[in-house]
């Protein structure tokens, strides 16, 4: 497997990532790269550093070459949770505020997003951040979403100082290293997830306790969108075809419940509820 390492060059937690990483697994500047500013050879794949901002990142088909990608970045949060994430990329309603296009989905990464997970939780345990950051997955949103390999976001949450923190760049430096050294999780169950906020705590605890990689997350706030379609594309832009479905209960309406027991029955998929 060859890998990708993304970042943005305007992004101080992509960038303190990145030197981090490159610490840690040594690389040499080379020319593949197409557009970037940055381009790394190292013996596991390709990191590049890219104007543009993470979520416009369309284009890494043609700028990086790899197999799948990895994209290092920060994440904001109104709230201020401080936080170590992971997640998978798309607009599930007909707006496309923050990159890709409307009602379109990237290709999840769920056995590399659990791996990156648990590696997180461990990594960020042992540094004694836990009780500072919160590891969690977060749910599927924003770009890029025309990437047609596997893609999964790794990101520091949520201000500036949380950003430019070196001790975070280490937790997610030796996450990504984890993976890139163990390669991805072999053995897991791939569900599909629907309801839960944002940070979809429940599903969360679900993977780590019962290692079921997510694909998609479909938050509570897009359940308005939820349709036949919407669950097609996440069940096909993946790379492990879900078995299951886990959903939230709490705060699905009866429609939505009517819809997946529908979808469930029509391909057999079974339905975990939370």
Same mark, same amino acid.
């Given at each position: 497997?060859?890998?990708?390492?993304?970042?943005?060059?305007?992004?101080?937690?992509?960038?303190?990532?990145?030197?981090?990483?490159?610490?840690?697994?040594?690389?040499?500047?080379?020319?593949?790269?197409?557009?970037?500013?940055?381009?790394?050879?190292?013996?596991?794949?390709?990191?590049?550093?890219?104007?543009?901002?993470?979520?416009?990142?369309?284009?890494?088909?043609?700028?990086?070459?790899?197999?799948?990608?990895?994209?290092?970045?920060?994440?904001?949060?109104?709230?201020?949770?401080?936080?170590?994430?992971?997640?998978?990329?798309?607009?599930?309603?007909?707006?496309?505020?923050?990159?890709?296009?409307?009602?379109?989905?990237?290709?999840?990464?769920?056995?590399?997003?659990?791996?990156? +997970? /648990?590696?997180? %939780?461990? @990594?960020? =345990?042992?540094?004694?951040?836990?009780?500072?950051?919160?590891?969690?997955? &977060? #749910?599927?949103?924003?770009?890029?979403?025309?990437?047609?390999?596997?893609?999964?976001?790794?990101?520091?949450?949520?201000?500036?100082?949380?950003?430019?923190?070196?001790?975070?760049?280490?937790?997610?430096?030796?996450?990504?290293?984890?993976?890139?050294?163990?390669?991805?999780?072999?053995?897991?169950?791939?569900?599909?997830?629907?309801?839960?906020?944002?940070?979809?705590?429940?599903?969360?605890?679900?993977?780590?306790?019962?290692?079921?990689?997510?694909?998609?997350?479909?938050?509570?706030?897009?359940?308005?969108?939820?349709?036949?379609?919407?669950?097609?594309?996440?069940?096909?832009?993946?790379? +492990? /075809?879900?078995? %299951?479905? @886990?959903? =939230?209960?709490?705060?699905?309406?009866?429609?939505?419940?009517?819809?997946? &027991? #529908?979808?469930?029955?029509?391909?057999?998929?079974?339905?975990?509820?939370?």
């Amino acid at each position: 497997m060859v890998f990708g390492i993304a970042y943005s060059t305007t992004d101080p937690a992509g960038i303190g990532i990145a030197e981090a990483l490159l610490k840690l697994m040594g690389g040499r500047e080379c020319g593949v790269c197409r557009g970037a500013v940055e381009c790394i050879c190292t013996d596991y794949g390709v990191m590049a550093g890219f104007r543009e901002e993470v979520i416009y990142f369309d284009f890494l088909e043609e700028g990086l070459p790899a197999d799948s990608y990895i994209v290092l970045s920060r994440h904001s949060s109104s709230h201020g949770i401080k936080s170590y994430t992971i997640h998978h990329t798309g607009n599930v309603g007909f707006e496309a505020l923050y990159g890709g296009k409307p009602f379109s989905l990237g290709v999840a990464y769920p056995e590399a997003s659990l791996r990156l +997970l /648990k590696a997180l %939780r461990k @990594v960020a =345990e042992e540094l004694r951040r836990l009780e500072l950051y919160e590891v969690c997955y &977060e #749910a599927t949103h924003h770009g890029p979403t025309e990437v047609n390999k596997p893609l999964v976001f790794i990101e520091i949450g949520s201000a500036e100082d949380d950003w430019s923190s070196g001790v975070n760049h280490e937790v997610i430096a030796l996450a990504v290293s984890e993976l890139i050294e163990k390669g991805v999780v072999s053995n897991c169950m791939p569900a599909l997830g629907v309801g839960g906020g944002h940070y979809p705590r429940k599903h969360t605890e679900k993977a780590l306790r019962d290692d079921y990689c997510y694909g998609h997350i479909i938050a509570k706030y897009s359940l308005s969108n939820l349709s036949w379609e919407i669950l097609e594309k996440a069940s096909k832009r993946t790379s +492990l /075809k879900p078995v %299951r479905i @886990v959903v =939230e209960k709490k705060g699905t309406k009866i429609e939505h419940r009517e819809l997946l &027991e #529908a979808y469930s029955h029509y391909y057999n998929l079974p339905i975990d509820y939370i």
